[in-house]
């Protein structure tokens, strides 16, 4: 009983060690491909949502230019036309219907006295204003956009107001038109329709009061708490982590408009980012597990190999002790071999687990169809080399009637004319160049410290060896390309890969099969 107790201690010693190692490494692993995976959801979320507020910022500026020229025409026609009641009534309804941008419009004389107002039903709520902001529009006989405040109807307003002068020079009131915040407006109609993966956008004055936000009852709260929104009000711009004044967490992206000194923030809850890294360990979990049990069940049947010539040594002691004669004592080379083959087991174990690492992040950068560079790569490449403000050329190709060859030949045959395109491209670039294949039949080529003349050159002689050499379809297939430089014609709001793109698109609408390079337009 001794002797066996020993026995299965040892296997059981062998069995754990080896678990241990293999449960370690597996840990160790899946921790760090969850950090950056993490991490690079993290990047990526904060820079599309600084994105889309670049975007929406851009937007709202474009639209109050437009309500703010839509005031000013309608300040001239009042000036021209005369502040008949009649007559300014029917010009009022015909601008609040036509424009869509206020929820009502109005014309206020000098004495305060609103004249005339569209809808028509308002006018006898409100004969005569005398809110801060009124008095303040009178004062100053400029355009003003008011601050949120609460009419005497109790609603939750801000108003936009242009000046009104006769033909000589004499002022005469202004014409204003209101946006009611808490009911459907023009706000709602731009950021109303924003969603992706539960973020979501809302904006703020100068002051960080909410004028618009998904939740209606927040509307009117001052939120300067909220770093973010102090920066908006400082002037700056960026993305970052932030906690809210409700104590949650998000990952927020802002800009401010210059048109109104208002504020756009877009974020997103940084649980619904874990989430989605959490999911990804799940699946690698699931998917290593198999190989897991496996290697545990060898392990459990290496143990007893182990075990087997210290059990034969413990038995051999026994006789010896007793005074039996034994005539073959056990070899001494025994425990050499099976701790050679031990550690063997425990490398080849450590080795597969990194291999199937190393075979997740070739598959997560490698596109499967051509064995070139993914977008994963491509993006990672351009966001180095923007930062170091390397000097490179992208040019965009895309084959021409791709439709046609899958729908002629097959999908089967389309595949491979893929495959013969990245071949050809990898022959006539070089070694520190990145192929990629940037979605279905368009392939994207990054070529640093290489000057657009040169790239055109690149270009220009892979064109002309797939137009005069056979494809997989027994024909040549030919290809229009686009080329961009950068920084040359890279811009904040116009990245190198995109101006690529529409010279590729430009070389499609003049024909295809040519190259064409970026002009950027004059400023």
Known sequence: ?????????????????????????????????????????????????????????????????SMKHSLSVMSEHIAKQGNADASLQKDLDLFLKSTNYFNSVFFVNKDSTVQNVSPASLGATTPKLTSEASLRALELRQPTISPPFTTSTNKLIIFMT??????LGEYIGYVGGTIYLQENNILNS???????????AYVVDGEGTLLYHPDKTRLGENVLSNPIVKKLTDGYKGHEEVVNTQGASFLAGYADSSENEWGIVVQTPIEVVTAESEIMIKNVVLISLPLFLVILLVTLWLGKMLAAPFSSLAETAQKLVSGSRVSDLPKAVHWNYEAYHL???????MDTLQQRVDNFSHEAQTDPLTGLSNRRTMDACLADWTGQNRLFSVIALDIDHFKAVNDTYG???????????????????????????????????LLPDLSIEHAYKTAETLRKKLENQSSPTGKPITVSLGIASYPHHASLDQPVIQCADQALYIAKRNGRNQTVAYKAKAV
């Open 411 to 445: 999908h089967q045959t389309g595949d491979e004319v893929l495959k013969y395109l990245a071949a050809v491209v990898l022959s006539v670039t070089r070694k520190e160049d990145y192929c990629c294949r940037f979605g279905g039949e368009e392939f994207v080529v």
């Open 162 to 167: 242009h000046p009104v002068y006769s033909s």
């Open 1 to 65: 009983m001794r002797g066996q107790f020993r026995r299965l201690r040892l296997i059981y010693l062998i069995t754990g060690l080896v678990f241990l190692s293999i449960l370690g490494t597996s840990i160790v692993q899946i921790m760090a491909a969850y950090k950056a995976e993490k991490a690079s959801l993290y990047e990526t979320t904060l820079a599309l949502n600084y994105e889309s507020a670049q975007k929406m910022s851009v937007t709202m500026n474009t639209l109050f230019k």
């Open 343 to 349: 550690n063997e087991t425990i490398l080849l174990t």
């Open 190 to 200: 731009i950021f109303g329709s924003f969603t992706a993966s539960q973020s979501y």
